[in-house]
């Protein structure tokens, strides 16, 4: 079932690719952000069903490259980068090549076993601390190389330099290879007391969604990022406390 999920995934995001050479550049986002939401599927459900396995692992890995390497890149470079020539080409390559690289050391960390000895084959990277990522994970990377996009249409079309979506492009990519601090969700833990407030919330969000997608896709690209600085900000704190 797990693999299943994780399949569900690629097939999700190669089909944006289709979307995106049919330019419904709109139903392509929302394929991406469906394999963004399989992808954090296919872990939690399977350590719950005791299915965890070597294949799975390779298996998700090989679908994030796809999901937000690949078609994140095809995506940008076929809606704009394609006026900025080999610039654009290149930015895309950057971004794909950084993505493998983080993808290539989760491996390798699983592997050996991680920072803190433990082999766990179904996260994106095995963080150092369990609230955090070393680096953006891949599918937050999607996630900001989307965000010309989609401000491009929360302001009403408004047309941005192609150069500048390629230096943006190429920040992401060099953000997921880094050693920064990002936050990291899976150890979040809601009390019983306040799960009907949050299945409201969600409803009320998800309705939100469908009525300004790009505005509220936008406020949450923008809020990630301040969730990065925040992190990123305290950490160096940390580690300045320390004399390091």
């Known amino acids: 079932m797990p693999n299943l999920v994780t399949i569900g995934a690629i097939c999700a995001g190669l089909t944006s690719v289709r979307f995106v050479l049919a330019d419904r550049f709109g139903m392509a986002v929302a394929l991406i952000v469906l394999a963004a939401i399989l992808d954090g599927l296919d872990g939690p459900l399977a350590r719950m069903l005791k299915s965890e396995s070597a294949i799975g692992a390779e298996l998700d890995s090989l679908a994030d490259f796809l999901n937000f390497g690949v078609a994140p890149g095809v995506f940008l470079y076929i809606w704009a980068l394609d006026e900025a020539r080999n610039f654009g080409w290149i930015a895309v390559l950057v971004y794909a090549v950084c993505s493998v690289l983080r993808l ?63 230096v943006w492009l190429i920040v992401v990519g060099l953000l997921m290879i880094s050693q920064i601090p990002t936050p990291s969700f899976k150890s979040m833990r809601v009390e019983r007391e306040m799960v009907r407030y949050l299945m409201v919330g969600l409803v009320a969000f998800v309705a939100i969604a469908f009525t300004w997608p790009w505005i509220v896709l936008s406020c949450v690209q923008f809020l990630y990022l301040a969730i990065i600085a925040v992190v990123a900000y305290r950490a160096r704190g940390e580690r300045g406390s320390d004399g390091t």
């Open 104 to 166: 290539a050391r989760f491996n390798v960390s699983s592997r050996e076993g991680g920072a803190d000895g433990e082999i766990d084959l179904l996260d994106d990277d095995p963080p150092s601390k369990k609230d955090v990522f070393t680096g953006v994970p891949s599918p937050g990377g999607a996630l900001l190389a989307l965000l010309p996009f989609t401000l491009s249409h929360s302001l009403g079309n408004v047309t941005l330099p192609p150069e500048m979506i390629a």
